[in-house]
Structure formats: structure tokens, C-alpha cells
């Protein structure tokens, strides 16, 4: 591909979430989603390869529906109240349809099927991107209806993302799926946040989005693709693989880790609140992601890479 037509995609990438994020008006978020997702997808086909091409028609067709949902819930509310504005009143029918085609953009459970296997069929760098600068658009329209949100619904959606995230990534043995399904139990923590405290859920936010950048690299720079991949990293860098260990172990939230901050910061705040069975859910729904975070940093430094030496 063209340098010049490559930076024109990534423009026209950053262009369209900035667009998002500072819009007030249902009909511009809506053509910057799409804009957006039409932006991405020849990045997603760089390489002309099968399972790509099927990843890349899968994403348009979840970001299509989800863009498509949130047009006719927008329309719903503009005919309803006479405003088009996102942080205007909304109905309650309105507020379902936007916050499930949101959760559906952000790959929210149960809404989450399609997220890890995207992520598979892409090279490293570009899941890094759909992991993280594509999760900001749906995001920034959240905050900025926030106070029209149903707090029962989104705190659902983050309890069940937090445990279903945890709990499928157990048995993944592929390290792209494993960080999908990190995303989604992140995710979760976030939506809870989000009802809780916004400036909490920035902290979340840019935490996740940090560490996921700096995981996703270290993947691409030892080229660890699954697990088998990850007892031979030692040999490729020990810098690396030092580094890897306190990735997984931050992104499990273990103290004195930055992973830790946001979610003790939470949990506090929910404690504040009297929700502590709120609390205690999302404590024991994270220990299942704490087990495959702490199962990768076991293979990275503790296993014996192998060996070709003939006995």
C-alpha cells in the first residue's frame, strides 16, 4: 500500500474518533462511527489473507448493525423529544437501544462473541488498535450520556463482561484471544466505574489502554502468538520478558502495580456507596482473569524454553 494512502487511512482514523468525541449532535456521531469503521478496515486487510478478510467483514458487519441501531434509536428520540443533542433527555426505550449498540461496539457481554475472534485473525498491531484507540468513539458517546444511562443496566453489562471475560479466557491458549478477553473483563470494570465516578473511569481508561498498548508490543516484539511461544521469550530478550511479567501482573491488578490503583480506587468508592455485593461480585469475577494473567507470566519466566540440542 501507498505511504501516502496509509497515512490518509490513519487520518481519516484519528479524524473520525476526534469527531466523536467533541460532537453533540446524534446524525455527526453517527457519521463519524461510520466513518470510523470504514477508516479502519483497510488497515484490518493490509495483508491479503483469508481469515482477515473474514475478521474484517465480520467488524463491518457488528460496527454496521451497532452504527445502524444507534441511527434509528437517535431518530426514535429526536421524534419523541424534538432534540437530536446526546446529552439532551432521552426515553427509556432510546437509552436501551443506544447503550446495547454501544456495548455491542465495545464487545460487552453478552454482546461479546464476535470480539476475540476479530482479534485472532489480525496481526498484532492492528488488534492492538481495535483493542484500544478503537474502543474511545463508543466510550467518549457513554460519558457523554451518562446521565441518561440506566445504572442497573450498565452495572449488569459490567459485571457480566468482568466475569464472562474472566472465565473464557481461562482455557485460551492463543495470546491474542487471552487479550481480548482481558479487554472484555476491563471493560466491565470500566462500565461500573462509569456509573460510579467519571473521572474514576478515565483513570481506568487510560490505565487499561497503557498496559494493553505495552503488552501488545512486547507480543509483537517477541512475536509470542500462544502460549507454547511464551517459554522461549527468555532466550529472544530478558529486558522483555522481565517487562511482560509486570504487564500481566498489572493488567491482573496486583499491588503495588498500576493495574491495582483504578480497581482499589473502585472498590472504595462502591464501599463508600453501600454496594459492597457489588463489590465482592466483581472482586470474585476477576479472579478468574488474576489465574490466566498469573499462568502466562509462570510460562514467560519460569518454564524451560525449548531445545534442539540432539540427545
Excluded at 476479530?118 to 463508543?138: E, N
Excluded at 441518561?148 to 495470546?175: F, H, K, Y
Excluded at 490505565?207 to 511464551?230: G, L, N, Q
Excluded at 483504578?262 to 472498590?267: A, G, S, T, V
Amino acid at each position: 500500500m501507498s505511504p501516502l494512502i496509509w497515512t490518509l487511512f490513519l487520518l481519516s482514523l484519528t479524524m473520525s474518533t476526534t469527531i466523536t468525541m467533541t460532537s453533540n449532535h446524534w446524525l455527526l456521531a453517527w457519521l463519524s462511527l461510520e466513518l470510523n469503521t470504514l477508516s479502519i478496515m483497510p488497515i484490518m486487510m493490509k495483508y491479503h489473507h483469508p481469515r482477515m478478510t473474514e475478521a474484517t467483514t465480520k467488524y463491518f458487519i457488528i460496527q454496521a448493525t451497532a452504527a445502524a441501531s444507534i441511527l434509528f434509536a437517535s431518530t426514535i428520540n429526536a421524534w419523541q423529544t424534538g432534540q437530536w443533542s446526546i446529552t439532551g433527555p432521552t426515553s427509556m426505550l432510546t437509552t436501551t437501544l443506544i447503550t446495547s449498540a454501544l456495548a455491542l461496539k465495545l464487545g460487552l457481554a453478552p454482546m461479546h462473541l464476535w470480539y476475540p475472534e476479530i482479534l485472532q485473525g489480525m496481526p498484532l498491531y492492528t488488534a492492538m488498535l481495535i483493542s484500544t484507540w478503537q474502543k474511545l468513539a463508543p466510550l467518549a458517546l457513554l460519558y457523554m450520556m451518562h446521565k441518561n444511562l440506566s445504572p442497573t443496566m450498565v452495572s449488569m453489562l459490567g459485571l457480566l463482561s468482568t466475569a464472562t471475560g474472566g472465565l473464557m479466557g481461562m482455557n485460551q491458549t492463543q495470546t491474542r484471544k487471552i487479550m481480548a478477553f482481558s479487554s472484555i473483563a476491563h471493560m466491565g470494570w470500566l462500565m461500573v466505574a462509569l456509573i460510579m465516578n467519571q473521572s474514576l473511569a478515565t483513570l481506568t481508561m487510560i490505565t487499561y489502554i497503557t498496559t494493553t498498548i505495552a503488552m501488545f508490543t512486547a507480543m509483537a516484539a517477541t512475536t509470542t502468538k500462544t502460549t507454547h511461544d511464551a517459554g522461549s521469550i527468555r532466550t529472544i530478550s530478558p529486558a522483555i520478558t522481565v517487562t511482560m511479567m509486570i504487564i500481566l501482573m498489572s493488567l491482573g491488578g496486583l499491588p503495588p502495580l498500576t493495574g491495582f490503583m483504578p480497581k482499589w480506587l473502585l472498590i472504595k468508592e462502591l464501599t463508600s456507596m453501600k454496594l459492597m455485593l457489588v463489590g465482592m461480585t466483581l472482586l470474585a469475577a476477576s479472579l478468574p482473569s488474576l489465574f490466566f494473567y498469573t499462568r502466562l507470566a509462570y510460562l514467560i519466566m519460569l518454564t524451560t524454553p525449548p531445545t534442539t540440542t540432539q540427545m
